[in-house]
């Protein structure tokens, strides 16, 4: 197994369990765990990193190494999976992530002018966090969900058949899933009913 030499720049980490004694945040004890399921298992290393990210919300250049020692694996092969894939992120992303599709199917329906709603009502450009960490905005290029153009997702919800006007209603769910500290539910928006998806009340059954 690699030992405390692995790089990325000038960030040097120690072996898995003086690096867990160092970092006791239960998010690194959570990774800890995840690791202890997949050592020495570099097969597994983009799965283990998905898991990451989950924990994280992003990849800091400290978890990459301690995953490449923990999987046995070379810093470089760590750090070009996670900037080779566009679902990893090396910087803080926001609570919820909207991803607008962009594809041709979207776009022709109008997710141009949907995209520059988020900008608008977010203050925010796409690729960028809004200042409270709430939410992050960027495009996509098909999620394969074209027979809801114009479709975005927001974390794990699907969003469909939106028009810009949807915009700030569909943020004002979100923010309120905040304050209540409600779950994510697979919803969707459709034409016959014009109502606006996000955060299921408690209670509340999915939309399908």
Do not use: W
Request: aromatic content about 6%; some cysteine.
């Amino acid at each position: 197994m690699t030992t405390c030499g692995c790089r990325l720049g000038e960030k040097r980490v120690p072996n898995p369990e003086e690096f867990l004694r160092q970092h006791p945040d239960k998010k690194y004890q959570e990774l800890g765990r995840v690791l202890a399921r997949n050592r020495e298992k570099p097969e597994n290393l983009i799965t283990v990193l998905h898991e990451a990210q989950l924990i994280f919300g992003y990849l800091p250049s400290d978890v990459q190494i301690y995953i490449a020692d923990a999987l046995d694996v070379p810093i470089s092969e760590v750090y070009g999976v996670v900037t080779f894939y566009s679902l990893f992120t090396t910087v803080p992303r926001g609570k919820y992530t909207i991803s607008v599709c962009l594809g041709t199917a979207c776009y022709v329906k109008g997710a141009g002018d949907i995209m520059e709603a988020f900008k608008e009502n977010l203050k925010i450009d796409e690729g960028e966090t809004t200042q409270d960490g709430l939410f992050t905005l960027q495009s996509a290029r098909c999620i394969g969900a074209c027979g809801l153009a114009p479709v975005l997702t927001i974390n794990n919800d699907i969003h469909g058949q939106l028009t810009p006007d949807d915009v700030p209603k569909l943020l004002d769910r979100y923010r309120e899933a905040v304050q209540k500290d409600q779950p994510l539910s697979q919803a969707r928006i459709h034409n016959k009913d014009r109502k606006v998806g996000g955060p299921a009340e408690e209670g509340e059954k999915k939309r399908v």
